[in-house]
C-alpha cells in the first residue's frame, strides 16, 4: 500500500527528540499554560513574521476565536468561499454571522479576489479567505479590497505552514492568521492544536482571554470566552517539529515536482504555483474528468488518495439554509473532479514513480 500519509516515518526522523521533550514536560509536572506553549508561541510567530501567537486547541477554534475577538456576530456578513473544510465556514456560524459565499479562481481554487467587491454590503465585517492545500490566496487585490471599505482580513492559513506571498508567509499579511496542527498538517502536532497569529497587541491580550473562559485571572470573567487550551506535550513537540518545517516543505516541493514532470502527459490537470506564491503542498491535488473511476483504479492497485473536499459547503445539509443563494460554478464543478494523490515528506521517489505509472495507465 502507498499510503496517502505516513506517520511512521515521520516520528522516526526525529523519535528521540519527541521522547526527550515529552519527558521534560511530565518531569515538569505543569501540563496547561507554561513554558513550553509560551516559548512555542513565540517560536511559532516569530516563523510567521508576526509579532504575536496565541495557541489553542485546535484550527477551529483559532478561526472561532478569530471571529469571536472581533466582535462579529448577528446581522454581521463575512466573505469566504465553500470549497474548503467546514470549520472554515463553522466559525462564521458559530458566531451568530452569515456566510457569504464568492466563487474561486479554477486554476489556483483560492478566492477569486475579483468576484468579492460585488458580495460587500453595509453588514460585511470580514473577508475569511482560505490559503488551500498550501497555496497561497491572491492578497494584493484583497489587501485593496479590504482598505477601501474598512474590512478585516483573517487568514485561514490551516494549510499553509510556510506558504509564501511575494516571499511573505501566510498567515502575517492580513490582520489576523488561523493556523491548526492536526497532526496530518506540514507542521503536526500528536492531537490537536492550533494558534492565532496577530500583530495587534490588544488583540492578541483579547484573544488570550477569550480562550481561557474570558479570564484574566481565575474565576474573574470579563467576557463570555470558550475553553481552548494548547497542552504543554503538544507545544513542546511541535517546537522540536518546527525546526524540521522548512526542510519537510522543500521535500513536499521536490516530490510535487516529480509528480508534475511524471504526469506532463497524462489527461489529467496538475497544480498551479502562480509566480507570486510559493506552494508548500500540504496536499497535491489533481484534476480528472474521470474522477471517481479514477479513483477506484488506483484503490484497486493499492494507492491511498483522498478527495478535498467533495461537497461544497454550501450544497451541505448542516448549511442549507445557504444553498440557493449563490451561483459557484467554479466551485461546483472542481469539486466533481479533483483528487488527492499522496503527499508528504517521507514519499519515496520510487513510490511517486508508481503512483504516476498506474495513472499513465488508466484508461
Known amino acids: 500500500m502507498i499510503s496517502f500519509i505516513n506517520f511512521k516515518r515521520g516520528y522516526l526522523e526525529i523519535?528521540?527528540?519527541?521522547?526527550?521533550?515529552?519527558?521534560?514536560?511530565?518531569?515538569?509536572?505543569?501540563?496547561?499554560?507554561?513554558?513550553?506553549?509560551?516559548k512555542f508561541e513565540v517560536e511559532f510567530s516569530k516563523y510567521i513574521g508576526a509579532e504575536y501567537g496565541i495557541g489553542c486547541a485546535s484550527g477551529t477554534d483559532a478561526l472561532y476565536l478569530a471571529v469571536m475577538a472581533n466582535n462579529i456576530g448577528k446581522n454581521d456578513e463575512v466573505i469566504t468561499i465553500s470549497h474548503t473544510m467546514t470549520s472554515t465556514v463553522d466559525a462564521i456560524v458559530r458566531s451568530g454571522a452569515t456566510p457569504v459565499f464568492v466563487d474561486i479562481d479554477p486554476e489556483t481554487y483560492n478566492i477569486d479576489p475579483y468576484k468579492i467587491e460585488e458580495q460587500i454590503t453595509n453588514k460585511t465585517k470580514?473577508?475569511?479567505?482560505?490559503?488551500?492545500?498550501?497555496?497561497?490566496?491572491?492578497?494584493?487585490?484583497?489587501?485593496?479590497?479590504?482598505e477601501s471599505y474598512n474590512l478585516l482580513i483573517i487568514e485561514d492559513a490551516c494549510q499553509a505552514h510556510g506558504t509564501e506571498?511575494?516571499?511573505?508567509?501566510?498567515?502575517?499579511?492580513?490582520h489576523i492568521g488561523c493556523f491548526s496542527f492536526y497532526p496530518s498538517k506540514n507542521l503536526g502536532a500528536y492531537g490537536d492544536a492550533g494558534m492565532i497569529i496577530t500583530n495587534n497587541s490588544d488583540l492578541a491580550m483579547k484573544l488570550k482571554l477569550y480562550r481561557n473562559y474570558g479570564q484574566r485571572e481565575r474565576y474573574h470573567h470579563e467576557f463570555v470566552g470558550i475553553n481552548?487550551?494548547?497542552d504543554e506535550i503538544q507545544a513542546a513537540i511541535l517546537q522540536v517539529k518546527l525546526k524540521y518545517l522548512d526542510n519537510w516543505n522543500k521535500r513536499r516541493r521536490k516530490n510535487?515536482?516529480?509528480?508534475?514532470?511524471l504526469l506532463s502527459?497524462?489527461?489529467?490537470?496538475?497544480?498551479?504555483?502562480?509566480?507570486?506564491?510559493?506552494?508548500?503542498?500540504?496536499?497535491?491535488?489533481?484534476?480528472?474528468?474521470?474522477?471517481?473511476?479514477?479513483?477506484?483504479?488506483?484503490?484497486?492497485?493499492?494507492?491511498?488518495?483522498?478527495?478535498?473536499?467533495?461537497?461544497?459547503?454550501?450544497?451541505?445539509?448542516?448549511?442549507?439554509?445557504?444553498?440557493?443563494?449563490?451561483?459557484?460554478?467554479s466551485t461546483e464543478k472542481i469539486c466533481n473532479e479533483i483528487l488527492s494523490l499522496p503527499m508528504h515528506p517521507w514519499l519515496r521517489e520510487e513510490e511517486i514513480r508508481s503512483v504516476s505509472a498506474f495513472i499513465k495507465k488508466f484508461k
Open 265 to 329: 502527459e497524462v489527461d489529467v490537470i496538475t497544480p498551479i504555483e502562480k509566480d507570486y506564491a510559493k506552494h508548500i503542498y500540504h496536499l497535491y491535488v489533481i484534476r480528472s474528468k474521470n474522477r471517481d473511476k479514477l479513483k477506484i483504479h488506483l484503490d484497486k492497485n493499492n494507492v491511498q488518495t483522498y478527495i478535498h473536499y467533495p461537497i461544497p459547503v454550501h450544497m451541505q445539509v448542516a448549511y442549507s439554509d445557504y444553498r440557493n443563494l449563490y451561483k459557484l460554478p
Open 228 to 230: 481552548s487550551r494548547m
Open 15 to 38: 523519535k528521540e527528540q519527541i521522547q526527550d521533550v515529552i519527558n521534560r514536560v511530565l518531569d515538569r509536572q505543569w501540563f496547561i499554560f507554561g513554558e513550553e506553549l509560551e
Open 126 to 146: 470580514a473577508i475569511m479567505l482560505v490559503h488551500l492545500y498550501g497555496n497561497p490566496a491572491d492578497m494584493d487585490p484583497i489587501l485593496d479590497i479590504a
Open 256 to 261: 510535487a515536482k516529480l509528480y508534475n514532470e
Open 165 to 174: 506571498y511575494k516571499g511573505r508567509k501566510a498567515g502575517c499579511i492580513g
